[in-house]
């Protein structure tokens, strides 16, 4: 006999410590084991359907136990799972970085692996401070930041996010950064185009970067949405805008596209709709199509070169994980490359995203919806106490859990963001099923609002 949900959960929560949860409210809130996933699908142990509206953390692309990326992990593991990055190299590794360099925006012509997505924001920060310092720049030791913006939990990517509720607690031990009003376009004034509001908030960039340039290695941006801060979206001029200003002021651009990258915004890097190229780009979630965990940092010819010498001068990029280009990882992430080249994903993404909106404008009509919103497959629905204001709902009401329980006795994994209720999901997504998405995630509103 399989074992049920019960039991399965009652020896989880003796022992584990789960990501992200306060453990206390598991007790009423059920913890799902989940024993296969197919598709958009996840089953758990009593044989109860979850369709995966999020994308197991954003992290899934082509749906669980995808045909092709099986096979291709299959054959690996029987050939080499595993060897040290330091040394030695191996196929996929050197596959996987030329096909990385051919598909990232111009100029991005070195791959440094790492793995996990906060790691790589780790290592674009230390490399930044380390180019400046290889060539003769110690004094910039800082880095600008977006207000509202998420780069992951280790320390020095706590340090350079601004979501308070991850980062309140941490702030003694956590470098300072400084920090430019995000172009956010919830916040724009009524009638305001979000170009016109992106272009505003990029006056406060540019005075930062005027007045701190000479002690400023680079400006770290989520390019169009930031995602884990409620899914709030901007337009693409602001990141031209940031690209000229950190060329005139000497500055680096790192581009977070952990979240945003592989066809998430409409195109295959968010960076792509600008016309821009950063000098860094991180990547991770999305580039093993939500098999393993991998992470890289795409950088320019001209900073691998300001590391680039005799061993004794000490300018080498002295920084590793122990898993760094795992083989299996990044076979993966060319399997999930090959369905990108051989299917035309972004064109059918524009069909799906378009469903997705039609299936669910009719909430911002909604008395208690402030906005919907909506940048290619990410569709995000942000819940008011007052439509007229935009006075959230206070925080303690939890109201996006509510959407979170109805969703899960209705067949559908939603995992509202506070009050943001959002779609991000696997790109295979049939019409139907985002009926029942959008269904399911309507009446959860419905529900969770209808009390004062
Ligand atoms: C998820 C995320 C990270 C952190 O990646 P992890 O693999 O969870 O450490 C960093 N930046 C952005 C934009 C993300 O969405």
Redesign the pocket.
Known sequence: MPPTNQELLQRDLATLWHPCTQMKDHEWLPLIPIRRGEGVWLEDFDGNRYLDAISSW?VNLFGHANPRINQAVKEQLDRLEHVLLAGFSHQPAIELAERLVRLTPEGLDRCFYVD????A?EASLKMSYHYWRNTGHPRKTKFITLSNS????TLG?LAVGDVALYKETYRPLLMQAITAPSPDCYLREAGESWEAHSRRRFEDMERLLENHAEEVCAVIV?PLVQ??GYMRMYHPVYLSLLRKACDRHGVHLIA?E??VGFGRTGTLFACEQAAISPDFM?L??GLTGGYL?L?AVMTRETIYQAFYDDYQNLTAFLHSHSYTGNPLACRAALASLDIFAHEPILENNRTTAAHMGQAVAHMADHPHVGEVRQTGMILAIELVQDKASKTPYPWQQRRGLRVYQYGLQNQVLLRPLGNVVYFMPPYIITPEEIELMARVACEGIEQACSTP
């Open positions: 954003w996990n997505g906060s790691s924001v998420y780069h992951g939990e990517a989520e995602c884990a977070d952990i979240a991180c991770s979630k965990p992470s």
